[in-house]
Every structure is written in C-alpha cells, then in structure tokens.
C-alpha cells in the first residue's frame, strides 16, 4: 500500500525559508524509474509543480521557481526534502507530494497535502 | 514558458456525456507528453484518473476514458454520475518539466 505524507510548519514569515518534508512508503527511491514530486496549489488556485527527484538522484525544477527550490531525498528513511528560500505571501497554498512511475510517466498517489501560509 | 489550456468550466446533464480537453502552447499533444489526468474535490487532494493518455488505475470508474482529439488530450466522461462534480486537471510532461494545466470545473446539473 502506496502512502504518502507531508509535514513541515503551518506558518512561515514573509523572507523566511519553508522546509517541507514528505515521508513515503510502500515503495522504495531506488528503484529504476520512481520519481517523487512536489506541487503546490494556492487557495482557490490551480496547480503548479515545484519540483521532482528521480531514483538515480537527478533533479528538475519548475524554470520560474529554480533559484528558490531544493530537493533532496533520504532513501533509507523513505523521505524527500524540499526548501524553499525567500518565501513571500504569494507562496501560500496547500503543498502536495506525489508519486511518479518514471518507466510509464504515471503520476498515482498523493500525499493529503500540508497548508503553508506566509504572514508576518 | 510553456502554457497548458483547459476549458475553465464545463457544464453536464447526469447521465450524459462530455469531453474535456488539454491543449498546449508548444503545439499539438502527441503521446509523447504523457497525458494524466486528476480528479480534485472540493477540500481533497488530487485523484489520478487516467495516466499516459488513454491508461486507467485500477481505482478509476469505467465512464471514464483518455484520448487524443484533435491536437489535444481529452478526458471524456459518460453515464455522467452527481459525483463527477469536481475540478479535473492535466499534466504534461515536457521532458524533464511537467506543466498542469489550468483546471476545468465540472458541474453536473
């Protein structure tokens, strides 16, 4: 069973960096082909994807956020990292990870996703 | 940039029938972008219903089906059930990128 979860802090000031974490299992970062995502969706908003890391270490950043985005993962303890430098108000929205099956470009679990709001 | 079009909002008798599309601003969707599809109601996190095009998970209902139409990835949904009343979105994958496209809100009426 395919389960996945973020955590981090519910309110960040304005300048601050967010450090969000998202813990997986029943799958394993090392396999060929798996790929972790994050996505973010702004209150009343779309969807926009942050970031992705794939099983071999390689990393892709959305072109507009790359100089504030960092993702990391830890695959003996079945978690990605994700910080985010220079956070502003218009960063508020609900964080999601998600899962990618790089061998059919399947993306098919999601976390529940994690409210981060930025106020001072 | 690359920018992914849905129809804002769509509107569906129960029972009937109706296609939602994906388009992109690099040209026509071929396969090669791996066309997903997801289900988002209100307060929940994203569903994935349908995975590169036209594949199914073994959780998504059988009215629904992915295409290409046209130049576009489409998602179309039949037998249209109350429950259905959501915001799907696409995602395409431009290589190393992916782009979600803008949403479309379904309401069934």
């Known amino acids: 069973q395919v389960t996945l979860r973020e955590s981090g802090p519910a309110l960040v000031k304005p300048t601050q960096t967010l450090t969000l974490t998202c813990t997986f299992s029943?799958?394993?970062?090392?396999?060929?082909?798996?790929?972790v995502s994050w996505i973010r969706q702004p209150p009343g908003k779309p969807l926009e994807w942050l970031a992705r890391?794939?099983?071999?270490?390689?990393?892709s950043y959305n072109t507009s956020l790359k100089t504030r985005l960092t993702i990391s993962k830890d695959t003996s303890k079945n978690q990605v990292v994700l910080t985010m430098t220079n956070m502003d108000p218009v960063d508020t929205a609900t964080y999601y990870c998600?899962?990618?099956?790089?061998?059919?470009?399947?993306?098919?679990?999601w976390g529940q996703g994690t409210l981060v709001t930025v106020s001072s | 940039q690359t920018v992914v079009t849905q129809e804002p909002s769509l509107t569906v008798s129960p029972g009937g029938t109706v296609t939602l599309t994906c388009a992109s601003s690099?040209?026509?969707?071929?396969?090669?972008?791996?066309p997903n599809w997801f289900q988002q109601k209100r307060g929940q996190a994203p569903r994935a219903l349908i995975y590169?095009?036209?594949h199914k998970h073994s959780w998504t209902p059988a009215r629904f089906s992915g295409s290409l139409l046209g130049g576009k990835a489409a998602l179309t949904l039949s037998r249209v059930q109350p429950e259905d009343e959501a915001d799907y979105y696409c995602?395409?994958?431009?290589?190393?990128?992916?782009?979600f496209g803008g949403g479309t809100k379904l309401t069934v009426l």
């Open positions: 998600a899962r990618t099956d790089g061998s059919a470009w399947n993306t098919d679990y």
């Open positions: 029943g799958f394993s970062l090392s396999t060929s082909g798996m790929c």
């Open positions: 890391i794939y099983w071999d270490d390689d990393k």
């Open positions: 690099t040209g026509a969707v071929t396969s090669g972008y791996y």
């Open positions: 590169n095009t036209s």
């Open positions: 995602l395409l994958y431009f290589g190393a990128l992916q782009v």
